[in-house]
């Protein structure tokens, strides 16, 4: 049986980059979403009508969406909950493509907060430096701190994902380090399924 890995951590921790290097397919949310901007109609329709003085344009505008975020902060949640049931119809269709791999990682912003997850599936927690994580945001090219914090106040508090995690991966942005730690927690998650 496939072994569903959910990756959980702060903003620009470095989620996206420890889930590429487990090897097996990943299920990267934020690059979904930038699909479903680009291309479905009836989001954009949605979206539109909830949000008329912010979003025109189709494919929708990032812009738009961004300063719809930022004058207010139920708009956020809007725009989540018109987006979160898409988001898990593409992962459902993901975790059926995949069924017959050893390993798929989720790699999901609110997985755990939207539900997302199953009770069996193995939840790695990235810890990184608060100053790494800053420098590391700051490269972006769409970097907005009040932005960010607004994500951030959608999110579960990290020690709460910490807890629920079975592993905890330390991410120093070393890329060989980060390849001998997912190395190790992968050779666990398979031998652990050899062994049941």
Do not use: W
């Amino acid at each position: 049986m496939v072994k569903v890995i959910g990756i959980l951590g702060d903003i620009g921790s470095g989620k996206s980059f420890v889930a590429k290097k487990f090897g097996y397919p990943v299920f990267n949310a934020d690059k979904e979403v930038k699909k479903i901007y680009k291309k479905n109609k009836s989001c954009y329709k949605k979206l539109r009508s909830k949000l008329p003085k912010y979003i025109k344009s189709f494919p929708i505008n990032k812009i738009e969406l961004t300063n719809s975020i930022l004058a207010n902060n139920k708009n956020l949640k809007i725009i989540v909950n018109i987006i979160h049931p898409l988001v898990r119809k593409k992962m459902n269709v993901f975790l059926k493509k995949n069924i017959k791999n050893k390993i798929v990682v989720l790699d999901i912003p609110l997985l755990i907060e939207n539900k997302l997850n199953k009770k069996n599936d193995i939840l790695i927690f990235i810890r990184a430096k608060r100053s790494d994580i800053i420098r590391k945001l700051r490269t972006r090219k769409s970097y907005n701190k009040n932005l960010i914090e607004k994500f951030r106040n959608l999110q579960k508090p990290l020690y709460i994902k910490k807890k629920l995690s079975n592993y905890i991966i330390n991410n120093d942005f070393k890329l060989s380090n980060i390849k001998k730690r997912v190395r190790f927690v992968k050779d666990k998650i398979l031998n652990e399924r050899n062994s049941t």
